[in-house]
């Protein structure tokens, strides 16, 4: 299953270190194991976006997903990709960019034909550059929030809620950064989505840096010792007891202040729901816990 991870840091960047896959399998392990992509997302000062990643192939070097990288920034994406549509190029690897924000999403879902054309009666078609179900709904989004002005809460709750009636869907786990704001979605109840809002002020003394592992992606941040952070992740990364399951279909804001607030725009079920006994069997094993 893809692995999913978001940090808020609040309105100053922090410095944060983060490896991907950095647990030490085996050889053996490896060959079973390997992921199809994986990558980060940051934003500069001026608040563009920056994304390093690669298409990890089994048979590529795995220097990128071993080394620690130090990145500042205000919001940070990281993704671990297994496939389950596109193959493993550069172009079908999260986090995904269009117009200044960040993507990666957790799921799969059927009716691309629709979709495209969906895409092509906005206009966006061009903004797909690879084959994969998560561009293409990163593009709906792309467009309806342009035609919300701008609204990204908008342009999730239309995109998701099209694609929800009319789609059939595994799951739509997402997350959508900003320089500013962080957007977070579990939908339906198919793959966990977890959240931590995490205040040094309340934890036990002597307060404890930022350290958020699992076996696939880890993060460490000494400068968030004494300040407030929000995190999401696939899996709980740490024994932190605030960690809690995001619910079924809860859309969560993170504004530059770290405010969290939680809306519930979508049906309990999708019109069409997929099992993976739906999928091919390639697709399915992707979508194992």
Same mark, same amino acid.
């Given at each position: 299953m893809c692995r999913l991870f978001g940090l808020h840091a609040g309105s100053r960047p922090v410095r944060a270190t983060f490896w991907l896959l950095d647990a030490?399998?085996?050889?053996?392990?490896?060959?079973r194991k390997e992921p199809d992509g994986a990558g980060i997302g940051t934003f500069d000062p001026d608040g563009s976006p920056r994304v390093?990643?690669?298409?990890?192939?089994?048979?590529?070097? #795995?220097?990128f997903a071993r080394e620690a990288r130090e990145l500042r920034s205000t919001t940070f994406l990281a993704?671990?990709?297994?496939?389950s549509t596109g193959?493993?190029?550069?172009?079908?690897?999260? /986090? &995904?960019?269009?117009d200044g924000r960040l993507f990666a999403h957790n799921g799969a879902f059927h009716g691309l034909g629709r979709l495209d054309a969906r895409l092509r009666e906005f206009g966006v078609a061009e903004l797909v550059q690879g084959q994969t179900d998560s561009e293409r709904l990163f593009a709906l989004i792309t467009a309806e929030s342009r035609r919300a002005g701008g609204d990204v809460a908008e342009g999730i709750s239309r995109a998701v809620?099209?694609?929800a009636a009319e789609l059939p869907v595994l799951a739509l786990n997402i997350i959508v950064t900003t320089a500013t704001d962080l957007w977070a979605l579990r939908y339906p109840a198919t793959h966990p989505l977890y959240v931590l809002e995490r205040d040094p002020l309340t934890e036990p003394a002597?307060?404890? /840096?930022?350290d958020a592992r699992s076996p696939r992606i880890h993060s460490r941040s000494t400068e968030l010792a004494e300040s407030r952070s929000v995190l999401f992740a696939t899996k709980r990364m740490n024994q932190n007891p605030g960690w809690?399951?995001?619910? /079924?279909?809860?859309?969560? #804001?993170?504004? /530059?202040?770290l405010v969290?607030?939680?809306? &519930?725009? &979508?049906p309990d079920q999708p019109a069409h729901p997929l099992t993976l006994a739906d999928l091919e069997p390639s697709a399915a094993a992707s979508q194992m816990p």
């Amino acid at each position: 299953m893809c692995r999913l991870f978001g940090l808020h840091a609040g309105s100053r960047p922090v410095r944060a270190t983060f490896w991907l896959l950095d647990a030490p399998d085996s050889l053996s392990e490896q060959s079973r194991k390997e992921p199809d992509g994986a990558g980060i997302g940051t934003f500069d000062p001026d608040g563009s976006p920056r994304v390093t990643k690669r298409p990890l192939a089994a048979w590529e070097d #795995h220097a990128f997903a071993r080394e620690a990288r130090e990145l500042r920034s205000t919001t940070f994406l990281a993704h671990v990709r297994y496939a389950s549509t596109g193959a493993h190029t550069l172009v079908n690897t999260h /986090p &995904f960019e269009q117009d200044g924000r960040l993507f990666a999403h957790n799921g799969a879902f059927h009716g691309l034909g629709r979709l495209d054309a969906r895409l092509r009666e906005f206009g966006v078609a061009e903004l797909v550059q690879g084959q994969t179900d998560s561009e293409r709904l990163f593009a709906l989004i792309t467009a309806e929030s342009r035609r919300a002005g701008g609204d990204v809460a908008e342009g999730i709750s239309r995109a998701v809620g099209w694609v929800a009636a009319e789609l059939p869907v595994l799951a739509l786990n997402i997350i959508v950064t900003t320089a500013t704001d962080l957007w977070a979605l579990r939908y339906p109840a198919t793959h966990p989505l977890y959240v931590l809002e995490r205040d040094p002020l309340t934890e036990p003394a002597p307060v404890a /840096p930022l350290d958020a592992r699992s076996p696939r992606i880890h993060s460490r941040s000494t400068e968030l010792a004494e300040s407030r952070s929000v995190l999401f992740a696939t899996k709980r990364m740490n024994q932190n007891p605030g960690w809690r399951p995001m619910a /079924p279909g809860e859309l969560v #804001h993170v504004g /530059p202040n770290l405010v969290v607030t939680s809306t &519930f725009p &979508f049906p309990d079920q999708p019109a069409h729901p997929l099992t993976l006994a739906d999928l091919e069997p390639s697709a399915a094993a992707s979508q194992m816990p």
